[in-house]
Structures are given as structure tokens and as C-alpha cells.
């Protein structure tokens, strides 16, 4: 099946930049970079605000590795529940436990707080494969004799280098290596001023940081918000992440407006999409995208 995108826009040329200038382009490449100033004034992650993840060397990952499919505030609280019933979380005792141990105490913990509509079968998979995660990232580091803070150095890293180190996890996909990469980058740059994994590594190595150029991921709310600016309204987002044109595209635009951290671009369309760039029905009149965003001003104009 092709994994080219359809747009449902009557007046769409087969891409949302193909009847776009350069100057045009250009513009909401502008654009993002005021709002940026902006943004990322705000700027804090969700996982930024939870303290135990600046205490326990293995809460970060944990966190990690559970934030996928559920509520993000959730999955970054597990390891401090999982730490109050454990009596503290080392490798060891999560080594101990087994996936069918981590497995319980996940189950007992999202009892009350899987998404509303989350299947059945879809819950066993998450139960299945985040404890197996989480059992697996353990026996990695068990192996190399070290933690997710001392598997570090007291150096600098270039962002490429981080990715894949990362990446060597189960459970760590190309996204989620991505976001921590990011934050990372962000944090050695300060442009955030604190994240749990990076603070705890800087704790122990004064000298290490994160530097380089690396791509945005592509994710829903990029696909979403980046096709939106230009026009382009989908029924499936999640077909058209796999587009090709659509991510050089993408990866292109954040190099014309970001080319030191083209990383940024995933952080403004995440963050839009996830507060107003709504599936079916966008909150397009409090956006911040509004003035540079064409699929608004076609919904405005076909509404007057
Ligand atoms: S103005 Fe509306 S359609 Fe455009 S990015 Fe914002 S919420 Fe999405």
C-alpha cells in the first residue's frame, strides 16, 4: 500500500508546499523564530517537574520506557510509586522481580489510569512489553557494569552519538531517543534549564554536554501542524508520518529555520499540536500559529 498522503483539500496540488514560494516558505520560517523567543521562555517537560527523577540513577529510563501509549504524567510517576513498594529501585531488585514482577506492579499502578478508550488487548501489550523493557534495559546495564548516569563520560558528545547510544535500548525507539537527545542538547545549551537525566549526569560529570546537529522526529504532531501551516488537512496523520516527500520536507523546513537546532522545530509543533492543533477540531483562534497558518485562514474564510 503506498504510503503517499491524500490531502482533503479540493484545491491541493499533491503536496501542502507544492504551490507555495520560496518566499512563502520562508515567512513561517520566520515566523516560528519569534515565537520561539517566546516558547521557549515556558519551556519544561513534563518529566522536568517530578523530583524523584533527579534522585534515582534508573528512574529516568524507567520513565522513558513507560511513556508511550498512556498518559505522559503517568509514566514519569511510575518509578517513584515502583520505588515507594520496592523499598527503593536498584537494578538488582528489578532484575529480581522479572517481567512477570514488573509486569504486577504495572498493572496495580495504571489500574485506574489507562486512557479512556484503551482497549483491552491493547493494555496487555503495553503491560507486556514495558516490563520487558524495563527488565531488558537492566540486564544491558548489568552487563556493561554501569547505569544509565555513569554510562556517560565526562565529556562532550555530539548529538548523533547520544541517539544511538540510546537507541541500544529496548524500548527506546528512534523518537524516544530523539526527545532525550533534544533535551539533552537543549539543557547543555541552556536553553532548559533543568531535566532529570542530564542534571544527574552533570551531578557526577562536570564537563559533560551535548552538542550537534541532529533532525527532528517525526510524529504526529509535527506531520499534523507543519501540513496544517501549509494548507493541507488529512483524515490519517499517522499515515502520513511515513511519507517520504513529507519528511524531507519537514526536515528541510526546520534546516531554513533552525539550522544550528533544527531539534526546535519538533518542540513548537509538538507542543501546538498537542494544545490547539486538535485532530477534528483545532482551537485555531488561541493558537500562536494563526497569523502564518493557511489552513486557518481557509476554515475563517469558508465560515464568513
Ligand atoms: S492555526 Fe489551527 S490549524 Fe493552524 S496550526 Fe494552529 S491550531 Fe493548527
Known sequence: MSSRRKCENSTCKGSCIKDKSF???KKKAEFLKQIWNRLKEELRPPEAEFTFLYRNEYAPLIGTICDERVRTEYAWRFPEWLNSKLGGITLEKIIELGEKGVREYLEEYFKNKWPSGMKKEDREDYLNDISGYIVDAMNFLKKR?????????????????????????N????????????????TSMDILKNYPWFDQIKAKNPEFKVLGVIMPPIDVHVVKVFCRIFGENLR????????????????????????????IIDEIFWNIGRTYCKGRFPKCQKCPLNEICDYAKEMQASST
Open 23 to 25: 518566499d512563502e516558505i
Open 236 to 263: 490519517n496523520w499517522n499515515k502520513a508520518k511515513n511519507d517520504p516527500d513529507l519528511i524531507q520536507d519537514i526536515e528541510a523546513f526546520s534546516q531554513l529555520a533552525f539550522p544550528d537546532i533544527p531539534m
Open 145 to 169: 557494569g554501569v547505569t544509565p548516569i555513569t554510562m556517560f563520560e565526562n565529556r562532550e558528545y555530539k548529538a548523533a552519538e547520544v541517539y544511538f547510544m540510546l537507541r541500544q535500548f
Open 171 to 186: 524500548g527506546i525507539g528512534s523518537k524516544k531517543a530523539k526527545m532525550i537527545t533534544k533535551y539533552f542538547l537543549f
